[in-house]
């Protein structure tokens, strides 16, 4: 053998035994990095007590502060999560974050890069189940939650039942869940939770971001109570942008992480106070980004809705809330807190009073429209009404006939 040769093998040889050496180091910082993941042990009970070490001081400190009286029922809680992408991921690790008892996952995408520019999921999660790669993060987060993931397409009609039957039985004791929340970017998916939470009784809420990047709105929805989605047109807000740059074949929809951002708080900002019994729940709130405005909105079921469990439910809210002696909470407001004798920031203190329900005249809060127009039967009904051909007596005796 030359001397050359004898040489390059030897080079070699170092370099096997550096390649083994570097090989050994990424093991191991890859072990300390799951040990480190595996150190947070489970907590049976949560805790006020404030040191370093306990992750639910801060939360439970909200009872201190008089906003939450009992936040450990956060524990009880179960949540289903429909899309875990730009706006559902966040909120699916927020709750986490919070302490709910259980979340069930249902998205039957996979990670991309090309929703790096949104938060949460990171590059090496490319390709994984969207669902799956949620749970593989949010279980080192925090243990205590319980997860169970769907990775599947709810709108056919073999994975509805399956989505009905985890409202259904979904909670940690096996019965109904506490809340949906719909992070769905399209109105099949959204149409597919309304009948289901029809059907089932379900409260749940919606949440949406526009194709533009900025805007967007969350909604709550109390079946028979508050309007569903096939009472009336999803309500948007309004952006004075041509519809023409959003509505194109082809055309990539914008994302901000902000705006997701901000939606998602909200929508788990209102789950809180709707799980914990805190603050006022929110109907609708929308946002636009461009002026940084909050329009605000509250709406009825429509009698005439389509989905006939829809109808079938504001029978039974009618019925419940006439047996029920509705007591609404008194806000008393220390009078000392409100009135300011010298004001020297010039500040003027304005009353706001409820939102007004205007689903009669189809009218909608400022800065909101319905995304198009309701049906022909509303037009048909305030143009009869408003006809002065017919006399009152005679619409009563007509009305008396058909009721017979
Ligand atoms: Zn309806």
Avoid at 209 to 225: C, D, K, L, T, Y
Avoid at 343 to 357: H, K, M
Wanted: charged share 30%; hydrophobic share 35%; aromatic share 6%.
């Amino acid at each position: 053998m030359s001397d050359s040769s004898k040489k390059e093998i030897t080079d070699l040889h170092t370099r096997i035994q550096k390649l083994k050496e570097d090989l050994q180091t990424s093991k191991s910082a890859k072990m300390n990095a799951e040990q480190g993941n595996a150190k947070r042990e489970k907590i049976t009970k949560m805790s006020a007590e404030v040191v370093d070490s306990n992750p639910y001081s801060r939360l439970m400190a909200l009872k201190r502060m008089g906003i939450v009286d009992d936040y450990e029922r956060i524990r009880e809680k179960t949540i289903i999560v429909v899309g875990v992408g730009g706006v559902g991921s966040i909120v699916a690790d927020m709750l986490t974050r919070c302490g709910a008892g259980k979340l069930i996952l249902f998205d039957y995408d996979k990670v991309e890069l090309a929703n790096m520019n949104r938060l949460f999921y990171q590059p090496h999660q490319s390709g994984l189940s969207k669902v799956e790669a949620a749970k593989d993060t949010l279980i080192h987060i925090n243990p205590d939650v319980e997860f169970e993931t769907h990775n599947m397409n709810i709108t056919t009609m073999e994975n509805f039942n399956k989505f009905v039957d985890r409202i259904r039985h979904g909670s940690l004791t096996g019965g109904k869940v506490d809340l949906v929340l719909s992070c769905v970017d399209n109105f099949e998916a959204r149409m597919t939770i309304n009948t289901a939470c029809n059907e089932e009784m379900q409260i749940w809420m919606e949440s949406g971001v526009s194709e533009n990047a900025v805007s967007g709105h969350i909604q709550f929805i109390e079946p028979g109570r508050t309007a569903c989605f096939a009472c009336l047109p999803p309500l948007v807000v309004a952006m004075n942008i041509d519809e023409k740059t959003l509505k194109r074949d082809g055309v990539c929809a914008a994302s901000l992480p902000t705006t997701m951002a901000v939606v998602a708080g909200f929508l788990v900002q209102n789950t809180l106070k709707y799980l914990l019994k805190f603050g006022e729940v929110s109907m609708y709130v929308g946002y636009n980004a461009l002026n940084d405005f909050f329009p605000k909105e509250s709406m009825l079921a429509n009698p005439e809705c389509d989905d006939k469990y829809c109808r079938k439910r504001q029978k039974e809210y009618k019925e419940r809330i006439a047996n029920e002696k509705v007591v609404e909470k008194e806000i008393v407001i220390e009078s000392d807190q409100i009135t300011h004798e010298d004001n020297d920031w010039g500040i003027e203190l304005v009353e706001e009073s409820a939102p007004e329900i205007k689903q009669e005249t189809r009218k909608v809060a400022e800065g909101l429209q319905l995304l198009y127009d309701p049906v022909k039967h509303v037009e048909m009904e305030s143009a009869e009404t408003s006809s002065p051909a017919i006399d009152l007596s005679s619409l009563m005796a007509q009305l008396k006939e058909m009721n017979k």
